[in-house]
């Protein structure tokens, strides 16, 4: 089992930036692909970055490319999202997830154990 847990929410004006971390617990967490998910109020959660269990293949959604930036330090089990510019849509709740198997995926139902989320905040 292992466990997720998002720090770093807050509230930002337009143009700011945030930096979001999730401590996992567990021995294996070098191991997994890690990914941030985000879901705004009536929307569906989506995608947002994506990176494999050493660091070296990163994916990011159309939204956030150039403004997010993701990264992990596995001796601390820990995975950030750097998020520069933020936009109003950008508001919306920011979960961690983490992926048992190897191959990397930027799809929400393939991820096995997920953190209980993160606020997020953008005014204009």
């Known amino acids: 089992q292992v466990q997720l847990v998002e720090s770093g929410g807050g509230l930002v004006q337009a143009g700011g930036s945030l930096r979001l971390s999730c401590a996992a617990s567990?021995?294996?967490?070098?191991?997994?692909?890690m990914g941030w998910f985000r879901q705004a109020p009536g929307k569906e959660r989506e995608f947002v970055a994506t990176?494999?269990?050493?660091?070296?293949?990163?994916y990011y959604a159309d939204s956030v490319k150039g403004r997010f930036t993701i990264s992990r330090d596995n001796a601390k089990n820990t995975v950030y999202l750097q998020m520069n510019s933020l936009k109003p849509e950008d508001t919306a709740v920011y979960y961690c997830?983490?992926?048992?198997?190897?191959?990397?995926?930027?799809?929400?139902?393939?991820?096995?154990?997920w953190g209980q989320g993160t606020q997020v905040t953008v005014s204009s």
């Open positions: 997830a983490a992926r048992v198997l190897w191959e990397i995926t930027t799809k929400v139902e393939l991820y096995d154990y």
């Open positions: 567990g021995r294996t967490f070098s191991s997994y692909v």
């Open positions: 990176i494999s269990s050493r660091g070296g293949i990163k």
